[in-house]
C-alpha cells in the first residue's frame, strides 16, 4: 500500500505554506484497489455494557495516575460515568470476611440495575491517553481495527495529530465517540496547520494575516488543535498567537526544513504547547554549531539520509549537565513546555530486526498495512534501502542521549507524555503505545512515572485533567483494570500477554487487559482483540496472503 504523493510529501515535511491542498491524480503514487482517499468510519456501537446507575469494581489494586503508590483492596463506585467513592476495603492478603462480619460489612451495596465486577488481585488505572495518533495513514485499515487496538490495550482517550481524512471526518468521529455512538476512544482532533478548513474564502496561510485567518476558520469549525511541521517565523509566531487566542492546542514536529530557523526552544518562547519526537530539541541544545553536520551529498527527500543521518545528531549537541543542556532544560520546563517522544516509533532504527519480526504482527497486522512497512523509496517511513549495523549502532547511541534528556527534563519538573505514531516504521495501533511505556521505563522513569506520563500529564497537556488522566471522585469513569501487577512487568499489557511458567512448569501467558472502561461503559478487551484477529484473518485469507521476508522468493 503506497501513500498518496500528497500525504508523502507533507509528512516528510517538504512541503511549504502555500502548497498544501492535495495534488492531482496525475501526481499520486499508486493505490491499491482497496485504498480510498479516507478510511471507512467506525460502525455504530456493538461492543460495551453500560452505564449503569452503579457499577462496583470490587476488590482491586489501584494505581491511580498520580505518581501514588498502590494501594487495595478497595472498592470503586461508579454512578454512570462519574466515580463517586472509592472505599478501603480491608488489607492485601486478609480475607475481608475474617476481620470484618458480613452484617456489618461498610462495602459499597448494589442495588436493581446496578453491575458488579470481581476484580480482587487485578489492578485498576486510570485509561491510558495516546497522545500522537494518526486515523491512517494505509486507508483500508478502517477505524474500526484502529480503535479496537487501542480500547483493546487500555486506551480511553487520543490526540489525533493530522487529520489527513479531512477535518469533517475527524470531528464526525469525534462527536460520535464523544456520544458513545462508536466502539472508539475519546478523540481530540489536530489539524495539519495549511490544511483547508472547508471554505472557499479562506486562503492558504503563507503571511501572518493569512495565517491568523487560517487559524480562526479552524477554530469556527470546532477543532481541538493544530499541528504544525514547520513555517516561516513571524507565520508561525502568528499562527501560535492566534491559537492562544481561540483556545486551541498547538503540537509541531520541527522539520529539518525548517529547524534551523526555529528550534524547539524558540517555538516553546513563542507559545508551543507540545513537541513531538524529538527534532528541534538537539538543535535548541547545539553549542558549536548552527546546523546539523550534513554530508554535502544529504538529501532531505531521501528517507534513508533523513533517518540515518537523524541518527547522528543527539551527539552533535551539548553534553549532559553543560551549561547549555541545563539552560535550555530549565527554561523549558519554565515555560511549562511538554514533550512527547513517541521513543516507540524509531525503535527499529536500532533495532530493524526486533521491530519487523515483533510476535504481534502474525496476527494484529492487515496485509496492507504489512506491505507499507515494507522497503520503498516512495513510501514514507520504508526507507529500508540498505539499512546497516554502522546505522543501528548510531542510533543506539542516539537514544541514549535522548533518553538521558527526556530523564533529566522529567527530573526537573517537566511534563512528559506519551503517544505511539503507529502505523509507520513497522509499529502497530496499541502494540507501539504498550512499548512506549517500556521505552520510558528504559529511560530511567519509575514504573509509577511512567504511569502518570501515560494518565495525569496526558490529560494536563489536553486541558481535560479536571475529568480525565486519574483515578479520582468526580472524574469520570475512565479506567482500565488487568489482571497483573503492570508496575512489576508492563510488557504484560501488550494484547499478547507475556510469557510466564507456571508451578508445573508449563509456558502460559498472562496479563493482557482485562477492562477497558470508557465513560462508565465496560469494554471486554480480550473481545475486541479477538474481532481485529478475525478481521487480519478474513483480510488474508481473501487474497492468500502470508507475511513475507523482504525479498524472499527474489
Not at 516528510?12 to 482517499?37: C, N, R, W, Y
Not at 479562506?202 to 501572518?208: A, N, V, W
Not at 532504527?349 to 496476527?363: C, G, I
Request: with cysteine; glycine share 8%.
Amino acid at each position: 500500500m503506497q501513500l498518496t504523493m500528497w500525504r508523502f510529501l507533507t509528512c516528510l515535511a517538504l512541503f511549504t505554506i502555500v502548497a498544501m491542498l492535495p495534488i492531482g491524480p496525475e501526481a499520486q503514487t499508486k493505490q491499491s484497489d482497496a485504498d480510498s482517499d479516507v478510511i471507512q468510519k467506525a460502525p455504530p456501537r456493538a461492543e460495551g455494557e453500560g452505564p449503569f446507575p452503579h457499577l462496583i469494581l470490587r476488590g482491586a489494586t489501584l494505581i491511580d495516575g498520580t505518581g501514588a503508590p498502590p494501594v487495595g483492596p478497595v472498592d470503586i463506585v461508579i454512578e454512570k460515568n462519574r466515580i463517586t467513592k472509592i472505599v478501603n476495603v480491608g488489607f492485601p492478603g486478609v480475607p475481608l470476611a475474617d476481620k470484618i462480619p458480613a452484617s456489618k460489612s461498610f462495602r459499597p451495596k448494589a442495588g436493581p440495575g446496578d453491575k458488579e465486577l470481581d476484580v480482587t488481585g487485578m489492578y485498576v488505572l486510570p485509561g491510558f491517553i495516546n497522545a500522537h495518533v494518526h486515523f491512517g495513514p494505509v486507508h483500508s485499515t478502517g477505524a474500526e481495527y484502529i480503535f479496537k487496538l487501542w480500547l483493546g490495550h487500555g486506551i480511553t482517550t487520543v490526540r489525533e495529530v493530522w487529520g489527513e481524512n479531512g477535518i469533517a471526518w475527524s470531528l464526525d468521529e469525534r462527536d460520535k465517540s464523544e456520544r458513545n455512538e462508536i466502539t472508539a476512544p475519546r478523540i481530540k482532533a489536530y489539524i495539519a496547520f495549511g490544511m483547508h478548513p472547508d471554505n472557499d474564502e479562506i486562503t492558504d496561510p503563507s503571511t501572518p494575516e493569512a495565517a491568523r485567518k487560517w487559524v480562526d476558520a479552524l477554530a469556527d469549525r470546532g477543532a481541538d488543535g493544530i499541528k504544525f511541521i514547520g513555517a516561516p517565523p513571524d507565520v508561525f509566531q502568528a499562527a501560535l498567537d492566534e491559537a492562544k487566542r481561540r483556545h486551541l492546542g498547538t503540537a509541531a514536529h520541527l522539520s529539518q526544513t525548517f529547524v534551523a530557523r526555529a528550534n524547539a526552544l524558540d517555538t516553546a518562547r513563542w507559545g508551543l504547547n507540545s513537541m513531538e519526537h524529538w527534532y528541534g530539541l538537539p538543535e535548541a541544545l547545539f553549542d558549536s554549531r548552527t546546523v546539523q553536520d550534513f554530508p554535502l551529498d544529504y538529501n532531505y527527500s531521501n528517507e534513508q539520509n533523513r533517518f540515518g543521518y537523524a541518527g547522528r545528531l543527539w551527539l552533535q549537541a551539548a553534553a549532559p549537565e553543560s551549561p547549555k543542556w541545563n539552560e535550555v532544560r530549565d527554561e523549558l520546563v519554565k515555560l511549562d513546555f511538554t514533550i512527547d517522544p513517541t521513543f516507540t516509533i524509531y525503535e527499529a532504527n536500532r533495532d530493524l530486526m526486533r521491530a519487523r519480526r515483533a510476535e504481534w504482527h502474525d496476527e494484529y497486522t492487515l496485509p496492507d498495512l504489512w506491505r507499507h512497512y515494507a522497503p520503498n523509496r516512495t513510501d514514507h517511513g520504508s526507507y529500508w534501502f540498505y539499512w546497516t549495523t554502522e546505522d543501528e549502532v548510531a542510533w543506539k547511541h542516539n537514544y541514549q542521549r535522548w533518553m538521558e534528556f527526556i530523564n533529566d527534563f522529567k527530573n526537573h519538573g517537566g511534563r512528559v507524555t506519551t503517544g505511539e505514531d503507529a502505523a509507520f516504521i513497522y509499529s502497530l495501533y496499541g502494540f507501539g503505545y504498550i512499548r512506549e511505556l517500556e521505552l520510558l521505563r528504559e529511560a530511567g522513569f519509575h514504573p509509577l512515572e511512567v504511569f502518570r506520563a501515560a494518565t495525569l500529564n496526558g490529560a494536563e497537556l489536553l486541558g481535560v485533567s479536571k475529568n480525565l488522566g486519574s483515578v479520582e471522585v468526580g472524574k469520570l469513569a475512565d479506567l482500565v483494570v488487568v489482571p497483573v501487577n503492570p508496575l512489576e512487568n508492563i510488557a504484560a499489557l501488550y494484547g499478547t500477554g507475556a510469557i510466564k511458567l507456571n508451578e508445573n512448569n508449563e509456558i502460559t501467558r498472562v496479563g493482557g487487559v482485562r477492562y477497558t472502561i470508557k465513560d462508565g461503559i465496560v469494554y471486554d478487551a480480550p473481545k475486541l482483540l479477538a474481532d481485529v484477529r478475525r478481521m487480519v484473518k478474513e483480510a488474508k485469507q481473501k487474497e492468500n496472503f502470508t507475511l513475507q521476508q523482504p525479498g524472499a522468493g527474489k
